[in-house]
Every structure is written in C-alpha cells, then in structure tokens.
T-cell receptor, first 115, second 114 residues
Framework: DVKVTQSSRYLVKRTGEKVFLECVQD?????MFWYRQDPGLGLRLIYF???????EKGDIPEGYSVSREKKERFSLILESASTNQTSMYLC??????????????FGEGSRLTVL | AQKVTQAQTEISVVEKEDVTLDCVYE???????LFWYKQPPSGELVFLIR??????QNEISGRYSWNFQKSTSSFNFTITASQVVDSAVYFC???????????FGPGTRLSVLP
C-alpha cells in the first residue's frame, strides 16, 4: 500500500522555537510538496522539490525552509516559529510528468500550534 | 497563472438528495490535469478522480459523477443520493503537464444531514 508518512500528527511549540516537520514516502516519487491548509484558504504551496537537493518556492515560502537529502524524505523547517504559523501542514508526493496517474498522494497532516 | 475557483463555501443537504459541487479553473496551458479530492473529518486527503485536458468524457463511478466542459472551464462533481458518509470538504485541483504546479481551490464543505 502506498504511503506518505508525516512524523507528527500534533505539535505544540513556543514562539521562537525551531520546528522540524518530516515527511517520508515509499513510492519512489520524484516530486514532493509541502502545503499549508487554513480555513477558507484551501491548500497553499510552501515549497516543492522535484529531485534530491532541488527545491522551488511555492506561493508562501516566507518563514520556511526545506531540505531534501534523500529521494524519499522531505523536511519542512520553521527556523523561528511564530503564532501566524499555527496551521495544518500537509506533505504530498507524486511522479513527475505523466507517469502513473499523476495525482498527489498526501500524508495525514501535522497540526502545529505555536503559542 | 493557474487558478481554481470553488464558489460554494458550504453546502448542506438532507440524505438521499443529489448535490453538485462546482469547480471553475483558469490556465493558459493546452495540456493540464484536473482532480477532485475528498477530505473527511479525519483530515487525510483522498484522491477521487483525474481528468486530462484532452478527455472531455464525463465519468460515473457509483454515486459519483463528473462533468468536464472545456468550453466553460468547469469540472463539476455530482453526488447522487447523498449519504452521511459523504460529509467532507471537497477540493478541486489543477495540475500542469509536468506535475510540479498543483493548484487547489478553496474547498467546499459538504454536510449531509440524516
């Protein structure tokens, strides 16, 4: 069964803390994505990666960085968490181009609360 | 730039009613893909269907059906004889040919009341 696994379902952090959100996929997908989901705003792309060590900014990259050292793992980093980063974070992966059925496979999400 | 609009923020229906969720998209690409995802209360997004820009055939899968019309840039989703388990947030999404630009609509929250 295909799987995208996010390291934590729920996290509570304090303002200024460094936060790591980890995502691992077992489908040999080239593309990996980090989205943020907020009520009424849908899913907004933070960063994506199409290969190891490659990354591209999405729509809302400010305050975030990412790391992709291995094909199966894509990490989202909040260098200094702020209260406006309280949100649901969704990791997803897909094949590149027209391989497979082309859809994104999502993890279960990580709900981050910054106090 | 690509954009997806789901004008209906929330819809409530009574069980067994039919309901249509609207999706309108914008893109300058000639090759693109459209998707519908379901997000139940548990939170995980579940893939429902993919359509590519060259395939305008409507699709039916059980109680679900999809109407893709390029002329109006719409990809609407109908649930027939709705059930309480259909209660969820539904997202329409648009992807470019390379799979690196996935844009989601804001979602429609569907509540099916018993």
């Amino acid at each position: 069964d295909v799987k995208v696994t996010q390291s934590s379902r729920y996290l509570v952090k304090r303002t200024g803390e460094k936060v790591f959100l980890e995502c691992v996929q077992d489908m040999d997908h080239e593309n990996m994505f980090w989205y943020r989901q907020d009520p009424g705003l849908g899913l907004r792309l933070i960063y994506f990666s199409y290969d190891v060590k490659m990354k591209e900014k999405g729509d809302i990259p400010e305050g975030y960085s990412v790391s992709r050292e291995k094909k199966e793992r894509f990490s989202l980093i909040l260098e200094s968490a702020s209260t406006n980063q309280t949100s649901m974070y969704l990791c997803a992966s897909s094949f590149v181009g027209g391989r497979g059925t082309g859809e994104l496979f999502f993890g279960e999400g990580s709900r981050l609360t910054v106090l | 730039a690509q954009k997806v609009t789901q004008a209906q923020t929330e819809i409530s229906v009574v069980e067994k009613e039919d309901v249509t969720l609207d999706c309108v998209y914008e893109t300058r690409d000639t090759t693109y893909y459209l998707f519908w995802y379901k997000q139940p209360p548990s939170g995980e997004l579940v893939f429902l269907i993919r359509r590519n820009s060259f395939d305008e055939q409507n699709e039916i899968s059980g109680r679900y059906s999809w109407n893709f019309q390029k002329s109006t840039s719409s990809f609407n989703f109908t649930i027939t004889a709705s059930q309480v388990v259909d209660s969820a947030v539904y997202f329409c999404a648009l992807r470019d040919n390379y799979g690196q630009n996935f844009v989601f609509g804001p979602g429609t929250r569907l509540s099916v009341l018993p």
